[in-house]
């Protein structure tokens, strides 16, 4: 190898990460991000921008990877303790999500199901899972799988992998997946219920408004507020929305 070029293998990324990540170490600061989340997970003290900046440099001159590449790489950081590990795998993933397909989705619930709260979960859900299930949409039948899950996050992840869709969102699945987990009282649940449904807001508010309408015994406050946001503010501002 000579000095010019840069190694590309999976633990050569991985091992530069880990060595710039390192050296950006801040207790004081790691200290109130894990409070932040309830101390759930130990944290290095990077905040996103600094910590975006430095994953572009431990990362830069490496080729395109491979879709086992990203995989081995994923896997590699989320086994590591402090939380900004599980963020440079997901940042990483969604970088390279297009070279991704269905045989990336075990490892994408793999991830969402370890180390889960919603800080991971919902990049996850929305630009890499939902990404590839856009892109194909036999794995549907997956997502069906999912909202019936044991799993709050996985149940959670099929109610928003739709949310970057807008106009190519299928309304018949998201208004079914809502109905499905309307009686649960979790509120991440609840609270992705109404996030789902904003979102889709914003390309059909009519759509919307006539599902929680029809549905109101059904959806709690928490998911009909949720819902009814952007179309609630558009209104009193004397706009029509959707």
Known sequence: MTDNTVDNTVDALARRVVETFEAARDPVAAAGMSR???DQFPFLGIASVPRVALLRQAVHGSARPTEQEVRDFCLTLWARPEREYQYAAQWYARRHVRVLG???LPTARELLVTKS?????????????GDIVHRHRDLGAEMDRWIGDEDLWLRRSAILHQN????????EVLFRYCRRCAPEREFFIRKAIGWALR????????AVRRFVADHQDELS???QTEALKCLDRAARGGRVAG
């Open 221 to 223: 406050n928490l998911s």
């Open 36 to 38: 932040y989340l309830r």
């Open 199 to 206: 979102e889709y807001s914003k390309t059909d508010g009519a």
């Open 102 to 104: 269905p045989g990336f």
């Open 117 to 129: 709260w919603w800080d991971t979960v919902d990049e996850l859900a929305q630009n890499v899972v």
């Open 164 to 171: 970057r869709w807008k106009a190519d969102t299928d309304a």
